[in-house]
């Protein structure tokens, strides 16, 4: 029987074991993006504490695309060396780590990238802070070589591969969308059209970096949005990228207006509220022969062993229960199979805003 706790080859990426630290927005990085010592550090005490696979935060691709302050940045050549450090000191500790390539588009935050945000299309949408401009083709060309060049500094950094950030209505996300794409081109419209942009950026990323190096993608499987984009469009998006040579898809669900379906979710604190894109991770793996991740409420084993015996995913990625718990993997590998200690409050991202990098303050109050 397979164990979430063997060995695996993931998405080209030979893991130690199934268990990914999903991307999430630490606030531990310059001004200019580059790493502080204290995000290398939490990154070590992760791979000590037994995760198979690091990804790292959104980093974005171009300076408007930055949407929080903090955020690791891969927009120019001279990150590279203090990026490369960090992989040293990942890889000295026996781990790997992919790098996450974002642009926020609409979400992006001119109070921390200076810019003016730029979108699909120039539409009022709860998640944005303002209404962005829209993108000209000239500017989609731009972005679109932009990823590819992030992608290629990210090689040269030596990290273990890049992800896509294609989910929670950033930039790729917010071109599926018909709600936020109401562009009348060739980028807008029908589906085929809709996910131009993504195809564009695959192909853009693979003339950098190569057939053989890991390239992975984090795919909403549903906006949670009436009129938005489906399950049913996720799968057509699944089985395209699988022909453009994605190696591996993390399927995640909603945005930050998804109401009580946002991508973190509060109040996770029941076997049976875990695991809630598993239906999404299950009807995307359905469609195509790549790994198929799963992301969103995973606090148990034994809720994880079902999903992995029942073929619904082949890897499991969590972010709040690390940042509690940075040993968690290694405590359920010594026996103690207790579920996570987080408590889904969604109070660890409050100190990254205030005081330059998030923890778990239910755990300093002692919660």
């Known amino acids: 029987m397979v164990s979430p706790f063997e060995k695996a080859v993931i998405g080209r990426i030979p893991l130690r074991n199934r268990f990914v630290r999903s991307a999430t927005w630490e606030g531990m990085c310059g001004e200019d993006g580059a790493p502080t010592e204290r995000l290398v550090a939490l990154y070590e005490a992760l791979v000590e504490g037994g995760v198979g696979l690091i990804i790292?935060?959104?980093?974005?691709?171009?300076?408007?695309?930055?949407?929080?302050?903090?955020?690791?940045g891969i927009y120019d050549d001279s990150l590279v060396t203090a990026l490369t450090a960090l992989t040293r000191r990942v890889h000295g500790r026996g781990g790997r780590i992919l790098m996450q390539l974002v642009h926020a588009g609409?979400?992006?935050?001119?109070?921390?990238?200076?810019?003016?945000?730029?979108?699909?299309?120039?539409?009022?949408?709860?998640?944005?802070?303002?209404?962005?401009?829209?993108?000209?083709?000239?500017?989609?060309?731009?972005?679109?070589?932009?990823?590819?060049?992030?992608a290629g500094r990210a090689k040269d950094a030596g990290f273990d591969g890049v992800q896509l950030h294609g989910a929670h209505g950033y930039l790729i996300s917010q071109f599926l969308s018909p709600l936020a794409n109401r562009r009348t081109d060739e980028y807008g419209g029908p589906f085929r059209n809709r996910s131009r942009f993504l195809s564009e950026v695959v192909r853009a990323v693979r003339e950098t970096v190569g057939k053989e190096y890991p390239v992975w993608i984090k795919l909403n499987g549903d906006d949670f949005h009436p009129g938005g984009f489906s399950l049913e469009e996720a799968c057509q998006v699944a089985r395209m990228l699988e022909e453009e040579g994605i190696d591996a898809i993390e399927v995640s669900g909603g945005t930050p207006a998804s109401g009580d379906k946002t991508p973190a979710r509060s109040r996770i604190d029941a076997p049976e509220k875990e695991a809630y894109h598993r239906a999404l991770a299950r009807a995307i793996k359905s469609q195509v022969r790549i790994p198929v991740g799963l992301v969103g409420g995973l606090r148990t084993p034994s809720v994880l062993d079902g999903i992995l015996q029942a073929g619904e995913a082949d890897f499991f990625s969590m972010a709040?229960?690390?940042?509690?718990?940075?040993?968690?993997?290694?405590?359920?590998?010594?026996?103690d199979r207790s579920g996570a200690n987080c408590v889904s409050c969604n109070g660890c991202f409050v100190p990254g805003l205030k005081e330059g990098g998030i923890y778990c303050v239910a755990e300093k109050k002692g919660g």
């Open 56 to 72: 790292t935060g959104y980093a974005y691709v171009r300076p408007e695309g930055k949407q929080t302050p903090g955020k690791m």
């Open 106 to 150: 609409g979400q992006a935050n001119r109070n921390s990238s200076g810019l003016s945000p730029v979108a699909p299309s120039a539409v009022s949408l709860p998640q944005y802070a303002e209404i962005p401009a829209e993108l000209t083709r000239e500017e989609i060309a731009d972005i679109v070589a932009a990823f590819g060049r992030a």
């Open 320 to 335: 709040r229960p690390l940042i509690r718990e940075p040993g968690l993997v290694k405590r359920w590998s010594s026996g």
